[in-house]
């Protein structure tokens, strides 16, 4: 089982960047598809980055050219970053590891990002 652990939240200025981490224990992240999702107050659930292999990824098509993913899999990390928030961007953000056949799905915690003045 795959354990993931979320940081790098907090309260954010408008215009600020954000910078969140994932790390994992339990396996290897190098066999798992990451992504990193976010629920906004009233919203539901959405993709904001995914990654399926090397160091880099890309963002969700719904939010493409918002947000930078990228992974280590010698630290057993995923990491997502931003610049110039919104306050639209206020959501808890979610680290999630996938994998097919067989198929596992595993959620962090989530960390609170807040965008306010």
């Known amino acids: 089982q795959v354990q993931l652990v979320e940081s790098g939240g907090g309260l954010v200025q408008p215009g600020g960047s954000l910078r969140l981490s994932c790390a994992a224990s339990?396996?290897?992240?190098?066999?798992?598809?990451l992504g990193w999702y976010r629920q906004g107050p009233g919203k539901q659930r959405e993709l904001a980055a995914v990654?399926?292999?090397?160091?880099?990824?890309n963002d969700a098509d719904s939010v493409k050219g918002r947000f930078t993913i990228s992974r280590d899999n010698t630290k057993n990390t995923v990491c997502l970053q931003r610049n110039s928030l919104k306050n639209e961007d206020t959501a808890v953000y979610y680290c999630?590891?996938?994998?097919?056949?067989?198929?596992?799905?595993?959620w962090g915690q989530g960390t609170q990002v807040t965008v306010s003045s």
């Open positions: 990654i399926t292999k090397g160091v880099s990824g």
């Open positions: 339990g396996s290897a992240l190098s066999i798992y598809v």
């Open positions: 999630n590891a996938m994998r097919g056949l067989p198929v596992l799905d595993y």
